[in-house]
């Protein structure tokens, strides 16, 4: 598959941006080994990082960040890569002096910006998971996905895209209440 092609149906969003991420996410696992050894990382540590890697390079391309300077493959190696170091940095302090330094062009510098919103789309996601599967569905399929009302209505076997809708704000409320309710524990 084609890198514009690829860019042109995360765009698009709906089920081909959900096509695309599935098939993101298993084209690039060749990288996983590669990534492991060269940080001396375990093997959980690095899936981690490559799940990670993928949300952010979907992220990414969907909002139009990539110039499309390199192969998407390029730029891909350097979200995981960046994505593991970041992983390793969380575990230990000390393994992370052993790391090589390495020189960031702009565009990985702008990556790195990003790492603490992933982080509060991290605990969003935490928070998600205690919502129920439905609503967790509902608010995926619309806010990452793109899918429409119409659409989120079939995937949820809702009667209608109003149906779809009225569940999505429910969620919406139920979530914001349970990330201020996290917010005051912490």
């Given amino acids: 598959m084609e890198d514009l092609e690829i860019i042109e149906s995360l765009q698009h969003g709906g089920k081909e941006k959900e096509k ?58 350097s979200i995981f890569y ?6 390793l940095r969380k575990k230990s302090t000390n393994k992370i002096k052993e790391l090589p330094l390495q020189e960031f062009d702009q565009r990985e510098q702008a990556l790195w910006d990003i790492v603490d919103t992933e982080e509060k789309a991290t605990h969003v996601m935490l928070v998600m998971n205690q919502m129920g599967g439905s609503c ?9 996905y793109g899918f429409s009302m119409e659409e989120i209505a079939q995937r949820s076997s809702l009667r209608n895209a109003e149906s779809a809708r009225s569940m999505k704000y429910k969620c919406i409320k139920k979530l914001r209440d349970l990330l201020s309710d996290k917010l005051f524990q912490s």
């Fill in 82 to 87: 960046n994505s593991s170091v970041d992983v």
């Fill in 20 to 77: 695309i991420a599935h098939f993101l996410f298993d084209q690039y696992q060749g990288y996983i080994p590669k990534v492991k050894e060269k940080l001396g990382m375990n093997q959980a540590d690095a899936q981690d990082a490559y799940a990670d890697a993928i949300i952010k390079l979907i992220r990414q391309l969907s909002n139009g960040a990539f110039e499309g300077k390199s192969k998407l493959s390029s730029y891909f190696y």
């Fill in 136 to 144: 967790k569905k509902i608010l995926v399929d619309w806010a990452f």
